[in-house]
C-alpha cells in the first residue's frame, strides 16, 4: 500500500515464478509491513503455497525481487532468510514425526546461538500450549492434530520470528479448535510478529487481518483492507459462499 | 509426571481361562495353512542341500547331525507356533490341553508328510539336472538308509511327535517352559559352537572341559548331552530369582533416568575392559572372528551415519571401504605398480582419511541433490563404477587391474605390529578404531549436526525451512561415513596384504545395511549387536563366521532374516530403548488418566474433550 511510508518487512517486486516451463505466479508485487497481519486467498491451485516458498527462498522466482527489509534477498538461499527472521508454518504442519515434541521445537531455533534466549522463547511456548509441555518427550507423529497444529507453530516461534508464513493453519482442524487456533494467531501477532496468512476460511481470516489479497491463477486480483475485502461483492459470491448468507 | 507413573507396578488384569477346547474343535484352515508351510520349508531345506551338506558336522555323536537338526527344527517350532494364542487384554483365554497337542501333531505330520512325499518323488522321478541336490545321497539320509518305505513313515511319525511336543510345551508352566528352553539352547549352543568354544577353553586352560564335551569325531556325546543339560536345568532353577532381582534393579534404575546413562557408561568400560584382556586367551579362530567383526562394525558405524542418522540410502557403501584400502594399499606396498612412497601405516592412514574425505565430497555432491529411489539407485551405480575403475586396464598402471595392489606391509607402530597372521594384534587396533568411531558416532549422534541429519531423515523440505543447508549437511554425513570406511580399509589393506577390486563387490554395501538394518538403524548398540550376531556368527561376504558349517548358505539365511526382521521387528534387535520407555510412560499416563489416578490436569482435559465434538461452525 503505498500510502505507507515505513520500509515494508518484506516485499515481492514483480515476481514471476515458473516450475519447469508451467508459469504460476505472474508479476505478483506484495508488501508486508511490522507488525501486520495480512492475508492471502485464493482457489486451489492458485498459487498460494508457491507465494510463501518463494518467500521463504525454497523457490527461486525466474524474474522479479525478493526484498526483505529493504535488503534484496531473491538469490540468498532459505538459512540466511530464516537467520533474519522469516519462519514458516508449513502446509500440514509436517513435523518431524519419529522426533520428540522436543526435539521438534529445538530444530526450530536450529540456527540460533543464544542458549538463554532459547530457553526463555520455550516457556514463553509453554505458557501459550501448556498441553506441549505436558507432551514434551512424546513422538510428535502420535500427537493428535491439534496438537501437532501447536508444535507446529510454537516449533515456528523458536527461531523468534519478525514474520511468520502459515499456509493453511486451520486445515483439518474441528471447528472448535479452528477458533482457538485463530485467537492463538492473533495472540502471536499481540507478541509484535507480523504474520502472512494463507487461508481457505477466508471470513474468519479476514475477520482478524488488517489487509489482504486475493491471487487467481497465479495473479494477484484483489489488494485491499481486510474491511473493504469483507464487503467487496466479488470475494463474497466467490468464495464467502455469500449464498449461505453470513 | 507424577508417582503414577512407576511402569513396573502396573499389572493387566488376569486373563478368565474357560476351560479346554474339545480335542477336534480345530480351526481346519489354519491347520492345514501351518501344514503346508511347514511342508514346504521342510523341502525347501532339503533341496537346498543343508541336509546332506550338514551331515557330516555332528551335533551329538552318532544321534544327530546338524543337517537332521536343519530340518526337524520346522515341525517343532510350527507346532508351538500353531497352538500358541494371542490373548488380548480383557479377552478370556482357553485353557489348554489335549485340543493344542492334537493340532500341533496334525501340523507336525503334514510338514513331516512334505518330506515323504519327497521321497516318493525322489524314488520315482529324476530331476536331477535342474535340481542338484535330487541325488541318491539325499534320498539315503531322508530314508535313514533304510527302504523308501521306512521312510516315508518315518517322516510322517517325527512330524507328528515333534509337532506334539512343540505344542506340548504350552501345557508346560511358564517356568517349566522355561527351563526346558535353557536346556535345550545350551546343549545347542554348546555343540554348534564346538570350534569356537574349544579355541576360548585352551586359551584358558580348560580342555579337560572340552575333552569332556566333545567326541573325537566332533558333536557332544550321549553322556554330555545329559550332563550338559542337567547342568543347565540346575543352573537355570537355582538362578531364576537373581536374574529377576537384577532386571527389576535395572528397570528401576531405568526410571530415574540419570542412573541409566552411569549404567550405560559401566557397562562400556566393563565390556571395553573385557574386550582388551579376552583376545589374550582366545586363540587365532576367535581373534580372527573377532578383527573381521571389528572392520565391520566400523564399515557399518560409518553407513549408520549415513542411513540410520541422515537417512540418506546409500547403496554404494563399499566405494569408500575400497578407495580406503586402496590408498593405503599404495601408499605403503612396495610393489604398487605407479607410485610407491613405502610410507609407514599410520602416516598413509592420516592421508587415508583425508582421500576419503575427499571422495565423499566427489561422490556425495552429484547425488546428494537426489531423494529418495534416485538417490539409491544412483549410489548402488558409482559403488560399481568405483570398483570397476579399480579393475580397467585404463587404470591398471596405478591400481593393478585384476592383479591388485600385492605384498602390502604390516601396520608397524615401533612396539607393536599388527599383521594378517596376528589377528591379535589386528583385532587392537581395530579396538581402539571402534573405540574411536562409537565415539564420534555418538557425539553426532547429540550434536547439532546429527539433529540436523535427523530432520532431513524425517522430511528434507521442512528442514530447509527451518534454515538447515540441506546440502552442506548432507554432504557432512557423506564425509564422515566415508571416513569411517577408510578406517576400515586402512585396516583391511594391513590385514589381508593385499586388495582387488573383487573385494569390493556390492555384495559388500548390501551385508553392511543389513548389519545396520538387522541392528536398528540409527542406533549405536543396536549397530553394534548386528556386526556381532552377523558378522561374527554368520560371517561377512569372504569371511567365516562362527557357523562355519552355513557359509553357503550364509546369504540365504541373511535374506530369510533380513525379510524376518522387517515383518516383525522393524526397528531392530536392539530398538532405541530412550524413545520407547518415554512411548511407554506416555502409555501409561494415558492408561492412569482413564483411571482417574492423575488428577491434576483432569478438569482442563476434560473441559477440552466437552467442547470439541459438539461446538457449531463458527460465524
Ligand atoms: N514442485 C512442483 N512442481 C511442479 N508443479 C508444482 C509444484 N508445486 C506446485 N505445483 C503446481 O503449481 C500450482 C500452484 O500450486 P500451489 O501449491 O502454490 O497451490 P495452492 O494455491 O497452495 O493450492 P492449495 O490451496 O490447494 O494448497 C499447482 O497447479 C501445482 O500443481
Ligand atoms: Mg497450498
Known sequence: MSEDTRTPLLEFRDINTHYGAVHILKDVNLAIYPGELVCLLGGNASGKSTTLKTLLGMVTPTTGDVVLDGEVVTNQPTSYRVERGITMVPENRRLFKRLSVKENLELGAYLRKDKDGMASDMERIFEMFPRVKERLNQKSGTLSGGEQQMVAMGRALMSRPRVLLMDEPSMGLAPALVQTNFELIQQIHADGVAIFMVEQNANMALSIADRGWVLQTGRVVLDDTADALLVHPELRASYLGDAGGH | ?619
Open chain 2, 1 to 619: 509426571m507424577t508417582a503414577a507413573t512407576q511402569p513396573n507396578e502396573y499389572v493387566a488384569d488376569e486373563p478368565t481361562i474357560l476351560p479346554g477346547k474339545a480335542p477336534l474343535d480345530q480351526d481346519w484352515a489354519d491347520v492345514a495353512k501351518w501344514g503346508a508351510i511347514g511342508a514346504s520349508t521342510m523341502i525347501f531345506v532339503v533341496l537346498s542341500g543343508m541336509l546332506t551338506g550338514l551331515d557330516s558336522r555332528l551335533v551329538i555323536e552318532r544321534v544327530f547331525s546338524l543337517g537332521y537338526l536343519a530340518v526337524v527344527w520346522v515341525p517343532l517350532t510350527l507346532g508351538f507356533l500353531v497352538a500358541r494364542e494371542e490373548v488380548l487384554e480383557g479377552m478370556a483365554s482357553h485353557a489348554k490341553g489335549a485340543n493344542e497337542v492334537v493340532s500341533g501333531g496334525i501340523v507336525g505330520a503334514l510338514s513331516g508328510a512334505g518330506l515323504s512325499l519327497l521321497i516318493l518323488l525322489m524314488d520315482s522321478f529324476d530331476l536331477r539336472d535342474p535340481l542338484v541336490n535330487w541325488s541318491d545321497k539325499t534320498l539315503g539320509l531322508l530314508q535313514f538308509s533304510e527302504d523308501s518305505f521306512f521312510g516315508i513313515v518315518m517322516w510322517a511319525v517325527i512330524g507328528l511327535l515333534l509337532g506334539a511336543i512343540g505344542a506340548g510345551l504350552h501345557l508346560l508352566t511358564p517356568d517349566m517352559r522355561r527351563l526346558v528352553k535353557i536346556m535345550v539352547v545350551t546343549v545347542l549352543f554348546v555343540s554348534v559352537f564346538e570350534t569356537f568354544l574349544t579355541d576360548l577353553f585352551k586359551g584358558f586352560g580348560l580342555v579337560f572341559i572340552t575333552d569332556f564335551l566333545y567326541a573325537a569325531r566332533g558333536g557332544l556325546t550321549i553322556i554330555s548331552t545329559i550332563v550338559l543339560a542337567i547342568v543347565a536345568g540346575l543352573v537355570a532353577f537355582f538362578g531364576k530369582g537373581r536374574v529377576k532381582q537384577a532386571q527389576t534393579r535395572i528397570n528401576a534404575g531405568a526410571v530415574e533416568g540419570g542412573g541409566r546413562t552411569k549404567a550405560n557408561i559401566a557397562m562400556f568400560v566393563i565390556g571395553g575392559l573385557l574386550l582388551v584382556i579376552l583376545p589374550i586367551f582366545t586363540g587365532k579362530i576367535t581373534n580372527e572372528l573377532l578383527a573381521n567383526v571389528g572392520i565391520f562394525l566400523l564399515l557399518a558405524l560409518g553407513l549408520n551415519i549415513v542411513v540410520g542418522l541422515a537417512g540418506i540410502l546409500d547403496l554404494g557403501y563399499v566405494a569408500f571401504f575400497a578407495a580406503g584400502s586402496y590408498t593405503t594399499a599404495i601408499l605403503t606396498s612396495p610393489n604398487s605398480p605407479g607410485w610407491s612412497p613405502e610410507l609407514p601405516w599410520w602416516v598413509a592412514l592420516i592421508v587415508t582419511i583425508g582421500v576419503a574425505a575427499l571422495a565423499g565430497l566427489l561422490i556425495g555432491a552429484p547425488v546428494i541433490r537426489m531423494r529418495g529411489d534416485y538417490l539409491a539407485i544412483v549410489t548402488l551405480g558409482f559403488g560399481e563404477i568405483i570398483r570397476l575403475l579399480f579393475l580397467s586396464d585404463w587404470l591398471s598402471p596405478w591400481f593393478g587391474g585384476a592383479q591388485g595392489i600385492t605384498n602390502i606391509p604390516p601396520a608397524d607402530f615401533g612396539f607393536f605390529e599388527v599383521k594378517g597372521t596376528d589377528p591379535r594384534s589386528v583385532f587392537y587396533l581395530v579396538l581402539a578404531l571402534s573405540a574411536i568411531a562409537i565415539y564420534v558416532s555418538w557425539r553426532l549422534e547429540r550434536s547439532r549436526m546429527g539433529r540436523a541429519w535427523m530432520a532431513i531423515r524425517e522430511d528434507e523440505s521442512v528442514a530447509e525451512a527451518m534454515g538447515i543447508n540441506t546440502v552442506n549437511v548432507k554432504l557432512m554425513a557423506f564425509v564422515v561415513g566415508a571416513v569411517l570406511a577408510s578406517f576400515a580399509g586402512a585396516v583391511f589393506s594391513a590385514k589381508v596384504g593385499s586388495v582387488f577390486p573383487s573385494s569390493f563387490l556390492i555384495l559388500v554395501s548390501i551385508i553392511i545395511l543389513v548389519v545396520v538394518i538387522v541392528g536398528g538403524m540409527g542406533n549405536i548398540p543396536g549397530v553394534i549387536v548386528g556386526a556381532v550376531v552377523l558378522i561374527g556368527v554368520l560371517g561377512g561376504p569372504k569371511q567365516p563366521g562362527l557357523l562355519q558349517e552355513f557359509s553357503e548358505y550364509k546369504l540365504l539365511i541373511y535374506g530369510a532374516l533380513l525379510i524376518f526382521m522387517m515383518l516383525t521387528k522393524p526397528e531392530g534387535l536392539v530398538p532405541n530403548a530412550r524413545r520407547t520407555r518415554e512411548l511407554h510412560q506416555d502409555e501409561f499416563l494415558q492408561d492412569a488418566w482413564l483411571r482417574k489416578q492423575v488428577d491434576e490436569d483432569e478438569e482442563a482435559s476434560e473441559a477440552e474433550l466437552g467442547d470439541g465434538p459438539t461446538a457449531g461452525a463458527p460465524a
